[in-house]
């Protein structure tokens, strides 16, 4: 009984997977080949440092690792510590509607706030820009349109001081192409143990750059955790 | 003459406290430290105001340690006034459940080295504390969780002058002669108390079912004495600085602590001429400058700094815990109070022949460049720490063979 359920599990996640790879989709959640533990994401599935000569520093293997998080039940996810990469090619998405989602954690220390964007999400062409964790003190985690990076810029969704670190906030961007706007939906939990949701529908695409219609370039830069990433067709 | 003066002071306070009760039939105010590592003077009670210090308990130089409970003071609102000296940057530590669990009260909670507290209404016994106190029965309960473990064998080093066993313990494969030793030990100044949570981090991880634990047990054995200074701990004192010299000025031909003299028989023939990594676990001083970071201090040895330049690059690198640590913090020796100091338990430790790594690990008590210590964030640094040294013995087996090669 125990083993034909897992055989109807497994048959599902096939279908799913199978049903997603015909949209050209794309997951990456790290826990499953060609992902390796302990091993550098770069020269894997796509991505590779965003400046080619990043590739000489001697911690350069150690900017985009999966590791195996101690914090969250040795689950594997990918770990960025002064990360700069980026992947392209996000096959063909051809629908009008594309979702994006991912969870971002952070680790920062309370009282030694930095004046930059210590980790950044970015999607090129930066219309619909960027996903950030804004280390100043009247930063925290959010989001903007221009992916210009510039601190102090942009809507915080949760405050510096609420947010729980080594914690993962999933985000969930749904891409209208048609309507040029985008719906931005971000859950987790707070400092405090309790729970955090932000909902924010219809946001424009940044005005002063031409349409676009496709996603092209994502960028990872900066430290913190990355997981369960994944492009999809709606 | 003042000390006994302070002493009956106390006592008074504590047998008959004023009655500045809710209701008349609720428990009088009690303020005292009459249980495991408590330490405390009560100097006066006004009203809702009390006035406290520490008390040395034989140390000659003032220092800061100081833990005790009131009961009898729920639902009312107290002030508590200490010398500034005395109180730590995250105010002190409180704990609602007798000494368990600790939360800092909170910078904002504390001027000058004063603080008021508002006892919730249904709290008989809240205790508070300079830091968030770890004795015997704090590592009783862990050896508990972990008593079913295959890996985990509770020795006795020695005996205290006062009869408590010194507890000792070992973790390796069953039925393996792992290449590396590794021994760690704590409290050889008593009141240093964050370092027991790092030390529990490390030796949660050495027990791990997990890839670390996996790792490190098939690299290593361990040897842990988490009390160095066991009578201290049980009975709050301060023991740095205690005359004529405190454990850890003690590693001398002629020891005068029971647990020293132990460790220096122990840990040479335990180790077995296997190469030796010894990690010392200290929380030097309360606040300010180089004591709010977690730092290593540099082995004089070349070869012994590099290995710990480079066990330092893994921490930082791998680290997940809620203390970020940076290696830029190392204190170099022949810098600041990193010199020959003698008499010191990882100076001695790196005398030994078969001594690859001895180091002292100085940890802060509430802030460590920014963020906060506390009993879950020490014990994760503990785990960054067992991790990184997972990664350090894989990485160097010559140091394995060239030992054994050099024995031979
Ligand atoms: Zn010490």
């Known amino acids: ?234 | 003459m003042k000390r006994i003066a302070s002493f009956i002071l106390a006592l008074a306070a504590t047998l008959v406290a004023p009655a500045q009760t809710t209701s008349p039939n609720a428990m009088p105010l009690a303020i005292d430290a009459d249980f495991p590592g408590g330490n405390i003077l009560v100097e006066t009670i006004e009203g809702d105001t009390v006035h406290l210090k520490p008390e040395l308990k034989g140390t000659a130089k003032p220092w800061f340690y100081w833990y005790f409970r009131v009961k009898g003071a729920a639902g009312r609102t107290l002030t508590f006034v200490f010398d500034k000296s005395v109180m730590g940057v995250r105010g002190p530590g409180v704990s609602l459940d007798a000494g368990r669990t600790w939360k800092w009260l909170g910078a904002d909670a504390v001027k000058e080295g004063t603080f008021t507290y508002a006892f919730p209404a249904g709290a008989n016994e809240v205790r508070f504390s300079v830091g968030m106190p770890y004795l015997r029965a704090d590592f009783d309960r862990f050896l508990a969780r972990h008593k079913d473990s295959p890996f985990l064998q509770v020795e006795t080093l020695t005996k205290t002058p006062k009869g408590r066993d010194v507890i000792m313990v070992r973790i390796g494969e069953k039925g393996t002669k792992a290449r590396f030793a590794v021994a760690a030990t704590a409290r050889h100044h008593c009141c240093e108390m964050m370092a027991s949570y790092i030390l529990e981090g490390l030796l949660e991880e050495a027990l791990a079912n997990n890839a670390t634990g996996r790792g490190l047990r098939e690299h290593a054995e361990f040897l842990f004495v988490p009390f160095m200074d066991t009578d201290g701990v049980e009975n709050g004192d301060q023991g740095k600085g205690r005359p004529p010299h405190d454990h850890n000025r003690d590693y001398i031909d002629q020891p005068i602590y029971a647990e020293v003299r132990a460790l220096k028989e122990k840990l040479p023939a335990w180790s077995e001429g296997r190469p030796l990594i010894f990690f010392d676990l200290h929380d030097p001083a309360l606040k300010v400058d180089i004591h709010e970071t977690v730092h290593f201090l540099e082995p004089e040895s070349r070869d012994q700094a590099q290995r710990l330049d480079e066990l330092t690059s893994l921490l930082e690198r791998d680290q997940q815990g809620g203390i970020i640590y940076s290696k830029q913090t190392t204190m170099r020796f022949g810098t600041g109070y990193n010199r020959n100091t003698p008499g010191i338990s990882s100076g001695w430790a790196r005398s030994l022949p078969n001594t690859i790594l001895g180091v002292t690990m100085e940890t802060a008590y509430a802030n460590a460049g920014g963020c906060e210590v506390n009993a879950d964030s020490a014990r994760d640094l503990g785990r960054d720490l067992a991790f990184a040294l997972q990664e350090f013995l894989k990485a160097h087996p010559e140091l394995a063979i060239k030992k054994l090669e050099g024995a031979q």
């Not at chain 1, 996810?77 to 991912?102: D, N, P, Y």
């Not at chain 1, 971000?186 to 729970?195: A, E, H, L, Q, R």
């Open chain 1, 1 to 234: 009984m125990k083993n034909l359920r897992f055989l109807i599990t497994a048959g599902t996640a096939v279908v799913c997977l199978w049903g997603a790879k015909a949209r050209g989709d794309y997951i990456a959640n790290f826990r499953a080949p060609p992902y390796v533990l302990d091993a550098s994401v770069i020269g894997v599935d796509g991505w590779e440092y965003r400046f080619p000569s990043r590739a000489n520093r001697p911690l350069a293997p150690y900017e985009a690792r999966v590791v195996a998080l101690r914090w969250d039940d040795e689950k594997p996810g990918l770990r960025l510590q002064g990360a700069s990469l980026k992947r392209t090619s996000f096959g063909t998405l051809s629908s009008e509607k594309v979702q994006i989602s991912f969870r971002l954690a952070v680790n920062f220390a309370d009282a030694a706030p930095r004046r930059n964007k210590a980790l950044r999400v970015i999607f090129w062409p930066e219309t619909f820009g960027e996903i950030f964790f804004d280390d100043s003190m009247k930063g925290g985690l959010g989001y903007q349109g221009d992916g210009l990076g510039k601190p102090g810029q942009g809507t915080i969704v949760l405050p510096r001081a609420e947010i729980k670190t080594r914690s993962f906030y999933t985000f969930t961007l749904l891409l209208d192409f048609g309507k040029q706007t985008y719906d931005v939906a971000v859950t987790g939990v707070k400092k405090d143990g309790s729970p955090f949701a932000y909902k924010a529908d219809g946001v424009e695409f940044s005005p002063s750059k031409a349409p676009v219609n496709k996603i092209e370039t994502l960028l990872l830069l900066g430290t913190g955790y990355f997981d369960a990433f994944s492009v999809e067709s709606r």
